[in-house]
């Protein structure tokens, strides 16, 4: 930029609960603004993920310098740093807030501040972010703006009298935005001629040019030559293109102070340059690195398993390519008695986890078995070593076990008062702590719960969803591990231990999931000759039991002359059935049984 | 082996009333619409002439539907349309049900040169018969036994029903059925079909109770005078029905008649479902010919396990190896393992079942399938 000022900069994100516009006002934005045409932006743009589009969520973030000239007759540079709308991305989006001044808080004029709108104000309120409210949908005839601002004010403490009521949808208002972020919103500081200071909010791979990091330079400036170093990686790299989003990458001389931009550095893997990295050059380096960084942890494991052995490979190679884009993504190779060879996946929690799925399926074409989600657990042994599990069978044996952890998180739900016992009742079934309530005016209320992760993994939002009539909006944030009366169950069939089976589940639970297994299996094992006695236990007490009666009769009493074919197809169809199961001592058991106790599916 | 042999079965496919349960093609119709279909019929018989008459006709049967629901004239119609040569069977059977056995048609039968009678009473409590929606009551069911003895029928079968559900049991019928003794007794659980309407007022049986009633009917009748030489089926000594074993050892047969089924060398076929459909193949000259499968000799060999072991003689593995060659490794190891449990029985050069294994015979025979 040759009319390089810090005052005419702008650095903001938008924040918002799902679904209240935050991808449709970043379209606009950009379009506005001239950066692509609506046809270029469907094509350039917004395609690079159907499933962000479908699903209302922004997955990777969209950044983009928008060059606009305001009512006052200056031309200004603002950069639009796009955060990830979703609890899973808490750490992305602190740090894409850390790169900024300000931020858009998009509310939807019709239905208010939601959990997730309140969590994203407190993650960007504690970046020290200057927070500009808008008032989004206003078009719709349900918008009751004048409350929706009293709520922000009540709730958010932000004065939002002013707040420009716009559609992101028809494009009405829009500029009154960016005039509000002319306004509002701090111009950056720092100094062009200090030694380099970047901040990584994002990273992509390109094919060719490797791991491209987005960056937001605090101090000093980067340019083509220069050699930087990743200080947490402790790595160097000689960086062969600076340039900017438009949203389209283009090459610039170089990035000051204040600015938004990316490097191309031939860097072979997203994991040198993760989210929160900070760039300084090799030569004069600054002393400290920016303050916050942490390599994101999976949180939420799933098996994945190919529904046909031979895309194993597949799988892998899949797995292999998403993971250069997704740096917190990972993988092992497992194998499962029911399922054969396949992968524990690790994800920041249950969104990344069944976007990874789709984009698996959808992407890659594959066809796959997800097992049950489950969480890593903390082990201190008897001898003091600690150990994370996250598969039962590698828990130790019984005495040799101190105590088990679990991760614990904070949730807010915000529901109409009216559910408000309905909620109760559901946090407390899921070993829920009540931490507070407020009202958040006369009809709702915000309920904050202490929950083991473990509960809230399976099928939480369903049942939320379920019990407040699809009103109940929820939020959660990692909080620790604590000790917890954790038991590891496991399941008999005709007295034989199945490891695919074993759990790690809270010992006030472990009936109830035991006899729920129990009965998942009698109904999908078929009969046999004899009785199959199907127990669930813990240590040696047997805690739950089924059994599942013998066969006495399994024959076709009519076949004359017209019932052989039809007897011939039967007996196929039953040994097709009989190929898929696995033999444990003289009981077969189906698939289907492995799929209806290990499958991640909603039904209760 | 007796190529030569060949077993007829002729479908008459009507019924006064369809019964609830009742998944069988059978129409109710009127006396033109049963004439044209005799018709129908005879054009059938004639377009496999000349494959019969080269060939020995062994048995005969008249299936339904209920036979015996076509009127006297249509009777004699039939009878005289069919060729001699069906009547040079050694074994010919005609279905009845009680409501519609007559002194006058039973003669006409008689004089046709009908040796067996199948009667369809399968029970001697009328609320079970209200409940399966048969039209006739255990009364009526008694008095065509004796009809039938009187017209000189020395070899009749009863049908009995049992399994039909708790509050139905089978026991008395039993007892009243062997003091009639017919001279063969076919005993079948009821099942149900989701299309027929006895499926929205019953719930199915569970196995055990069936197991268990079927254990009753075969002690009783075992103790009468009976043998069982079938899953399903018990005669006195030589009153086996020869028709029906011959589907067992798979000798061929011709089905004619509306979704009637053949057998003949190494294809099986099925005529047409509807009597639209029979009618039109058969006015253009065509056999009503809906599916023809042409079986592999493995095929084959698995149909002869299949078959052979529905019968308590079971299989001649010496004629099995003579057709199909040795049994697999994998079968001979899963026969092994079925004799252990006391399923199988292996007795000189013959494989047969247990009255245990017959009872899971699904069990076995989808291993024994390659």
């Keep these: 930029m040759s009319n390089y000022s810090l005052e005419n900069i702008r650095n903001f994100s938008i924040i918002a609960h799902i679904d209240h516009g935050k991808s449709t006002l970043a379209d606009r934005l950009i379009e506005s603004t001239g950066g692509l045409s609506q046809r270029e932006m469907k094509e350039q743009v917004l395609d690079n993920m159907d499933l962000e589009r479908e699903r209302g969520i922004t997955i990777k973030l969209q950044t983009a310098r928008l060059n606009y000239r305001a009512k006052d007759g200056r031309d200004y540079q603002l950069n639009l740093i796009d955060t990830p709308g979703h609890v899973d991305f808490t750490y992305e989006v602190s740090r894409s807030l850390a790169a900024c001044e300000g931020a858009l808080l998009v509310v939807d004029a019709s239905q208010g501040v939601e959990a997730q709108t309140i969590a994203n104000v407190y993650l960007a309120d504690s970046q020290g972010l200057e927070i500009v409210p808008v008032l989004n949908k206003i078009d719709l005839p349900s918008a009751r703006p004048e409350e929706v601002i009293t709520e922000i004010e009540d709730i958010i403490g932000v004065y939002a009298e002013d707040a420009p009521r716009i559609s992101a949808k028809t494009g009405l208002n829009i500029a009154d935005v960016f005039e509000e972020v002319i306004e509002k919103v701090p111009a950056p500081s720092g100094d062009p001629d200090a030694p380099l200071k970047a901040l990584i909010f994002d990273s992509f791979y390109d094919t060719y040019r490797g791991a491209i990091p987005m960056i937001r330079i605090f101090d000093g400036e980067v340019k083509k030559g220069d050699v930087v170093r990743m200080m947490a990686a402790k790595q160097d790299f000689e960086v062969t293109e600076v340039g900017v989003f438009t949203p389209a990458m283009k090459t610039v001389s170089s990035l000051k102070a204040g600015e938004v931009g990316y490097l191309v550095a031939s860097i072979k893997d997203v994991r040198l340059v993760r989210v929160g990295e900070t760039v300084t050059h090799a030569e004069n380096p600054i002393k400290e690195p920016m303050p916050g960084y942490k390599k994101a942890q999976p949180m939420v494991f799933c098996g994945l398993y190919p529904a046909e052995g031979e895309d194993y490979d597949n799988i892998r190679d899949a797995l292999e390519k998403l993971q250069l884009n997704d740096a917190s993504l990972t993988f092992e190779p497992e194998t499962s008695v029911a399922l054969g060879f396949g992968y524990r996946c690790g994800f920041l929690g249950l969104l990344h986890m069944e976007i990874i799925q789709e984009r698996l399926e959808r992407e890659f074409d594959l066809d796959l078995i997800a097992t049950a989600p489950s969480v890593i657990y903390e082990v201190i042994t008897t001898k003091g070593e600690e150990l994370w599990i996250q598969n039962p069978t590698n828990l130790p044996p019984v005495q040799e076990v101190q105590s088990i952890l679990e991760p614990v998180v904070i949730s807010s739900i915000i529901v109409p008062k009216d559910y408000i016992g309905n909620v109760m009742d559901l946090a407390q079934t899921r070993r829920g702590t009540f931490i507070d309530m407020h009202f958040i005016d006369e009809r709702r209320a915000r309920l904050r719960y202490e929950l083991p992760l473990n509960e809230i993994i399976y099928d939480f939002f369903d049942a939320l969803k379920s019990r407040t009539r699809g009103y109940g909006s929820f939020d959660y944030e990692m909080d620790r591990y604590e000790p917890s009366d954790l038991v590891k169950m496991d399941i008999l069939i005709n007295y034989e231990l199945i490891d695919a089976f074993s759990i790690i589940v809270h010992r006030d639970k472990a009936v109830a999931r035991g006899r729920q297994i129990v009965e998942r299996l009698k109904d999908a094992i078929p009969r046999q000759q004899i009785p199959i006695p199907l127990q669930a236990a813990i240590g040696g007490s047997i805690i739950a039991r089924e059994t599942i009666r013998a066969l006495r009769k399994d024959v076709l009493a009519k076949c004359y002359g017209g019932d052989i074919s039809r007897k011939k197809k039967l007996l196929e169809k039953q040994k097709e059935g009989k190929k898929r199961m696995r033999q444990f001592g003289s009981v077969e058991v189906p698939q289907q049984a492995f799929l209806s106790v290990l499958k991640f599916d909603d039904e209760k | 082996m007796m190529k030569n042999n060949l077993g007829i079965y002729i479908h008459l496919p009507f019924c006064k009333e369809k019964c ?349 399938m390659e």
């Design chain 2, 20 to 368: 609830s349960y009742c998944d069988f093609t059978s129409f109710c119709a009127d006396e033109k619409t049963q004439s044209r279909y005799i018709d129908d019929l005879l054009k059938e018989v004639s377009c496999y002439r000349s494959d019969t008459e080269q060939r020995d006709i062994s048995t005969l049967y008249f299936g339904g539907g209920t036979p015996s629901a076509l009127s006297p004239f249509l009777l004699e119609k039939l009878f005289r349309g069919l060729p001699k040569q069906y009547f040079s069977a050694e074994e010919i059977t005609f279905e009845m049900n009680p409501e519609s056995v007559s002194l006058e048609k039973l003669s006409i039968l008689k004089e046709a040169g009908v040796n067996r009678i199948s009667l369809g009473i399968q029970s001697f409590a009328d609320r079970t018969l209200d409940l399966l929606g048969r039209i006739h009551s255990a009364e009526e069911g008694v008095a065509a036994v004796h009809h039938i003895r009187q017209a000189g029928f020395k070899n009749l079968n009863v049908d009995l029903m049992y399994a039909i559900g708790e509050g139905y049991p089978v026991e008395e019928s039993v007892r009243n059925l062997v003091k009639l003794q017919p001279d063969h007794i076919s005993t079948y659980p009821l099942e149900l079909y989701d299309h027929r309407p006895l499926s929205k007022i019953l719930q199915p049986v569970d196995d055990a109770l069936s197991a268990q009633e079927f254990s009753f009917i075969h002690d009783e009748l075992i103790a009468n005078g009976y043998v069982r030489y079938e899953v399903s089926n018990f005669a006195k000594p030589g009153f086996a029905s020869k028709h029906n074993i011959g589907y067992w050892e798979r000798t061929d047969y011709l089905g004619l008649g509306v979704s009637a089924h053949s057998l003949l060398g190494s294809h099986r076929h099925s005529n047409s479902l509807t009597l639209a459909a029979y009618h039109d193949a058969l006015s253009r000259g065509d056999k009503p010919i809906e599916e023809r499968v042409e079986l592999t000799r493995e095929d084959q060999a698995f149909e002869m396990l299949m078959l052979g072991l529905r019968l308590t003689d079971g299989v001649d593995l010496s004629l099995y190896r003579e057709r199909y060659g040795d049994l697999s490794k994998g079968q001979k190891k899963s026969i092994m393992k079925f004799r252990d449990q006391g399923l199988i029985d292996r007795r000189k050069d013959r494989l047969a079942l247990t009255p245990e294994g017959m009872n899971l015979m699904n069990l076995v025979l989808v291993e024994l």
